[in-house]
């Protein structure tokens, strides 16, 4: 069976173990999901300089396990990295950021991200851009509070985020909402079954993407 290595770019194990449960039900039998986590960064990254610096350690273990895979995701909303590491490797790599505003911008659909990182703003608005999606993108909402506490309470993070979403989608007339964070996976999961508009959990998103792009 052919291997594709998720990425976490936080350094939790924990958060690339649920990372990797939902790409591997998201790839049915079809492949097989490693994970890999990096060591240097914080457990939940929150600060544009945070993603930054974890962009280095994606490309370094990309190009480590590269060889044994068969395609890549960098798993942290902003894509760290992967720009750079695809210059270093033959096969296919994909971030959830990517997967998730292509999906969510299909046919040319209005959307928004619901997220929990203030200072991720900027950073999450360079990639609408770079992805020439700027025409579409209705901006993002955030919640209140510190967002690792916040991760860290299933039930009101997915409160929080439901709030956020209904703002995308009521105030600034979103088609499709995007939950904006590798550790928000399985809350993005949970709020798909919420609204009837279309919210894009990242990470199913990216790996429909790689799959794609591997055929």
């Known amino acids: 069976m052919k291997r594709v290595l998720l990425i976490n770019p936080n350094s939790s194990a924990e958060t690339t173990a649920m990372m990797v449960a939902i790409a591997q039900d998201a790839m049915g039998g079809e492949l097989a999901v490693d994970g890999a986590t ?47 590491l695809r ?10 950021c990517e997967g998730s505003m292509l999906e969510a911008a299909a046919g040319g659909r209005r959307f928004g991200v619901a997220t929990v990182t203030p200072d991720l703003a900027g950073p999450i608005e360079g990639r609408v851009r ?23 309470n299933a039930d009101r993070l997915e409160k929080a985020l439901a709030a956020a979403v209904a703002d995308c989608i009521h105030r600034d007339g979103a088609q499709a909402v995007i939950i904006g ?17 279309p919210i894009i959990a990242p990470i199913p998103a990216a790996v429909r993407l790689l799959r794609a792009r591997m055929h």
Do not use: C, H, N
Not at 140 to 149: A, E, F, H, K, M
Not at 185 to 196: E, H, K, N, V
């Open 181 to 197: 964070g590798g550790p928000l996976g399985q809350a993005a999961i949970g709020l798909a079954r919420s609204f009837p508009e």
């Open 130 to 152: 770079a992805l020439g999606l700027a025409p579409l993108y209705t901006g993002i909402r955030l919640t209140p509070g510190d967002p690792r506490v916040l991760a860290s």
């Open 87 to 96: 210059r270093e490797i033959a096969i296919p790599a994909v971030g959830i």
């Open 38 to 84: 990096a060591t240097r960064a914080p457990s939940m990254i929150v600060l544009a300089r945070e993603l930054a610096a974890a962009a280095s350690e994606v490309v370094e273990i990309g190009v480590a396990k590269a060889a044994g895979a068969a395609g890549i995701i960098v798993s942290a909303f902003g894509d760290p990295g992967l720009d750079a």
